[in-house]
């Protein structure tokens, strides 16, 4: 028997801004990895990797916001809150937001609703964690579709360019992210959206 990890390719997702606030620090991701879960009590799942600075203050708080991304979004949207660690950057910074009444940052452009949460159980699933969520606030924004990730990458994320060289490249399925070279290393984690090298295609 064989595993062929293409086959995540096929299952529906949609695109999720998470924000999170711990002491003055406001900090965000995007993940496209929540789920219902129960309807009674309203409960919803969201796995988030634990190398992101997110999921720390997360684990830390307890609480954390999404805002469910609509087909209006632009790239730059994504850049914002997937291109970098909020260890060392501003997420936020230049994004229009409210604040819920948990006190954390909810997107208030290019989205169609949002929820706030309150983490009822963790469980560590080695690299991600999955954190199992109440629903404390909600809205429906408007009925603008919600971006799927197959809409992202056909008309949202730029097309990788060109080979300007003899090297190899690997690009990121995910993000774009361009690595060269002769071979890329069965443990290699991108340096923008952490994910591994399953998610590269040679180029």
Request: charge should be negative; glycine fraction near 6%.
């Amino acid at each position: 028997m064989s595993i062929d990890s293409k086959v995540m390719r096929n299952i529906g997702y949609g695109l999720y801004a998470v924000t999170c606030k711990e002491g003055d620090k406001d900090n965000g991701l995007i993940v496209n990895t929540l789920v219902q879960v129960t309807s009674e009590p309203l409960r919803v799942s969201v796995c988030i990797n634990k190398d992101n600075y997110s999921h720390d203050m997360i684990k830390n708080t307890g609480v954390m916001n999404i805002s469910c991304i609509s087909q209006s979004a632009p790239f730059d949207l994504f850049k914002a809150l997937g291109f970098s660690s909020g260890r060392d950057t501003d997420k936020l910074a230049g994004l229009k937001y409210f604040r819920s009444e948990n006190g954390i940052a909810v997107l208030s452009e290019n989205i169609n609703c949002f929820m706030s949460l309150k983490v009822f159980q963790y469980i560590d699933l080695g690299t991600h964690g999955m954190f199992i969520c109440d629903v404390t606030e909600s809205a429906v924004i408007n009925k603008e579709e919600t971006m799927s990730y197959s809409y992202y990458h056909a008309n949202v994320k730029p097309k990788p360019e060109a080979k300007k060289s003899d090297k190899k490249t690997f690009v990121c399925r995910i993000c774009g992210y361009v690595h060269e070279g002769e071979s890329l290393p069965a443990d290699f984690v991108c340096p923008w959206c952490k994910h591994g090298a399953e998610d590269f295609e040679e180029r």
